[in-house]
């Protein structure tokens, strides 16, 4: 991929920063881990999907309930934000939340735990997380876009890196890199950022030397001027992480069991918002960047946006691919996750089987 091509410079007006929406902490009234979950007046049931962070990444969960998917499936959707995904975790598993949209990794990671979370429906299929590096730092090592992908990497080694939490997926992504090359990712400092404009300023004023994190964000930092693009991992830049499961919407063992017609009528809608995000994707960026990034500037959001649709991160099919768990698991040990020996037990394929995925 021509990075250079992909993210255009545009000069005609500066872009204000990107912001997220007010990060929240769960304080719904709770249904009760594993209850039938409350419905509205109109007997449709109610959802409320806590997400760790807004992201294109999550595109085909926010399409659906604009083009009134969850509605005609008979579920009413409402997402929340909180602080990272540990705390979209334990929002579901406390009953406040009746599922997360989060890394595929926590569901295996609350098993270790003893805690039985189970992803159900793909989000994006690749780990599509850019490593941005500061444009000083860009120019100061002469660094190209034609270099060996390998060369790249080894950049990061002893570098500052900037994350949203230490054990999180961001911190793994370059854990694994580092390791698969070679490099020692102990000799790199990394700073704990919290959310996507702690990195963006951390990245713009030097104090970290690389980010990586889910669009829009890599396409502002770039626009703006202070940030390169290393490695496009959406474009399946780095072929041993090319097609992991990244992203998923997960619940616990007792929610899918109790509440099963909700949850296919939610993976319907998605299926449905799959189907019209590639056969219509000028309508999808439009309602997407109208409806959840209308602080983002046109340029920035179109980069963004072509950056997963050419990369195909969105699922085709509501199937939580064995292949791509597989290199999840590969790609965790790597990244210096414990994994359980039963973690097939994190993830089904029976709320999509039911929903009539393909």
Known sequence: MHLESEYQMKKRRHPRPVTL???????????GGGETFSKTG??????TIVQSLKSLGYATMYVAKEKGYFKQEGVQVEFVDAPGGSSAVSAVIGGSAQASADATQHAVTALEKGKRMVAFAPLSQQVSLPIVVRTGLWKQLGLREDMPIEEKIKVLEGRTLGVISPHGENAQVFRYLLSSVGADPDKSTFVTLNDANGMLGSLKQGRVDAINIGQPFPAQAVYSGYGRILIDLAQGEYQPLDGTLDNSVQTTEENLKNNKKAFVGFSRALIKAQDFMYKSPDEAEKLLHEQYFPQVP?????????????????????????????????????????????????????????????
């Open 42 to 47: 109109e007997g449709k049931t109610k959802l």
């Open 21 to 31: 929406l007010a990060i929240l902490v769960v304080a719904l009234a709770a249904c």
């Open 298 to 358: 046109d340029g920035i959001f179109h980069d963004a946006f072509q950056d997963l649709y050419k990369g195909e991160v969105w699922p085709t099919r509501l199937a939580m691919s064995k292949g791509g768990m597989e290199k999840l698991i590969d790609f965790m040990r790597k990244g210096g996750t414990t994994v359980p020996d039963d973690w097939q037990q994190a993830y089904t394929n029976e709320i999509a089987k039911a929903a009539g995925a393909g």
